[in-house]
């Protein structure tokens, strides 16, 4: 691995008390590209633009897929990665569908605790900050054809992290378009999926609202996703989400959050929830809490839910008393290395 160091950090220029999502971005980045049926010439190089030809078949037929992860620091310094296999695993997943080629683990893993062994700096100390780090793959063949690209780019970057969302969010349930169908790419983390997701959520903004809770395609009565997370329903004491499957995300902060819960005693169903059912629990004020999950998010819980021109409140509860603030507590205090691992999830750099 070749490695060339910045000469002057960024780093100064960055508030750490004061993070903005995405908008800082540490100084170095890894880059490997796949040529003749092989990975090779990987690279630490200094965070910039790079050159692709215009008629890269990523532009022209959609050949990108990413992942979302991040690293943490414990009180001593440590740093930690959470669950980063299921990332690997994830992003091979994604590959294998859009009929890209595989990232070994010595690229994926060995290039990712170098990356952050030369960025160490950039990794929050404060608790609940991160790093926030987006390995992706794009096509970068340069010939207009419609089929899969002989040649790709690997890239990992990596920005600061604090909260992605800081308010409850408003949410409406969406009853014309979709984010998946049957047989689609839903369960993988594609570009294309978040870019057909933009206009309707504008929409969806436009009435007042943050987010929208994704529906299945066919009758648009069966509850999926919301936004770019997996979501939550407690109620009569039992925690409600949607089977993973080949439509739904299986988010690893998902599993995380449902294996916390099975261990503190509180019943899961992962089933199919209509929309019908939510409303009339809402209705009966028997919804106690709604929330969503995901990497970026880590766990944010909804104040508001629209349905065909009706808004439904969740209850206003101290947030201390919320069971989605009892599931994320424990679930940082694991990735800070507050608390003991039981499940083997942090991976030390």
């Keep these: 691995m070749i490695i060339e160091n910045i000469y002057h950090s960024r780093i100064d220029k960055i508030d750490f008390n004061d993070i903005t999502f995405g908008n800082h971005y540490s100084d170095h980045m890894f880059y490997c590209k796949f040529e003749n049926g092989k990975w090779k010439n990987p690279i630490i190089k200094p965070f910039g633009d790079i050159t692709v030809s215009p008629i ?97 780019i690997f890239m990992i970057i990596c920005t600061p992290a604090s909260n992605y969302y800081l308010t409850p969010l408003k949410v409406k349930i969406e009853q014309k378009y979709s984010r998946s169908a049957d047989g689609g790419i839903g369960f993988t983390k594609a570009a294309g999926n978040y870019a057909s997701s933009f206009y309707p959520t504008r929409i969806a903004q436009e009435e ?45 902060t998902r599993k995380s959050i449902i294996t916390i819960a099975k261990k503190e005693g509180i019943k899961v169903k992962e089933c199919n929830f209509s929309v019908s059912e939510l409303i009339y629990n809402l209705r009966k004020n028997l919804v106690k809490e709604i929330f969503g999950c995901g990497t970026a998010v880590v766990v944010n819980h909804f104040k508001k839910i629209g349905y065909k021109f009706k808004n439904y409140y969740l209850p206003n509860i101290d947030n201390k008393k919320r069971i989605s603030f009892f599931l994320k507590k424990n679930l940082l205090d694991i990735q800070h290395n507050v608390i003991n691992d039981p499940f083997g999830w942090r991976f030390k750099v």
């Design 208 to 252: 007042g609202y943050d987010q929208i809770l994704w529906t299945d395609s066919s009758t648009h009565s069966f509850i999926e996703e919301s936004g770019t997370m997996n979501v939550f329903f407690y109620i009569k004491n039992h925690l409600i989400t949607a089977p993973a499957n080949k439509k739904i995300l299986n988010g690893i």
């Design 56 to 152: 890269s078949l990523v532009f022209h037929y959609g050949q990108a897929i990413f992942e979302g992860m991040k690293a943490y620091k414990d009180k001593y310094g440590n740093v930690f990665l959470f669950r980063p296999f299921e990332n690997f695993n994830r992003l091979n997943s994604s590959a294998k569908r859009l009929e890209m080629p595989l990232i070994s683990k010595s690229i994926f893993i060995d290039g990712l605790k170098k990356l952050l062994s030369i960025d160490k700096k950039w990794i929050p100390n404060n608790y609940g900050q991160s790093l926030y780090i987006r390995p992706f793959m794009i096509a970068s063949d340069g010939k207009l054809s419609a089929n899969p690209s002989k040649k790709y």
